[in-house]
């Protein structure tokens, strides 16, 4: 069975730093792009940070600079590194694997809340 497993979110204030990790499970991972997107109650689900199997990334303008994705091939993880968090980063965060011919997966997400 396919999975993707997150963790690592919670409460932090603003400021601070918080780390997110996705283990893929039963999938091929070093085919994939893998990414982290998040989503607040009522918005469109957003891309915040994307890595290509060559390493290549993409982030959001919101979060460049503060904000790190990595991959390991052998723990087959994928792992954002948040810091400088500010309020308006609050949101679910979910975990993507996606594969060229346009299949795709979502972590169940994990909530991550920044306060003032």
């Known amino acids: 069975q396919v999975q993707l497993v997150e963790s690592g979110g919670g409460a932090v204030q603003a400021g601070g730093s918080l780390r997110l990790s996705c283990v893929v499970s039963?999938?091929?991972?070093?085919?994939?792009?893998m990414g982290w997107f998040r989503q607040a109650p009522g918005d469109q689900r957003e891309l915040v940070a994307r890595?290509?199997?060559?390493?290549?990334?993409k982030y959001a303008d919101s979060v460049k600079g503060r904000f790190t994705i990595s991959r390991d091939s052998r723990q087959k993880t994928v792992t954002l590194q948040m810091n400088s968090l500010k309020p308006e980063d609050t949101n679910v965060y979910y975990c993507?694997?996606?594969?060229?011919?346009?299949?795709?997966?979502w972590g169940r997400g994990t909530q991550v809340t920044v306060s003032e």
């Open positions: 993507n694997l996606q594969y060229r011919n346009g299949f795709q997966l």
């Open positions: 039963g999938s091929a991972f070093d085919i994939a792009d």
């Open positions: 890595m290509a199997p060559g390493g290549t990334t």
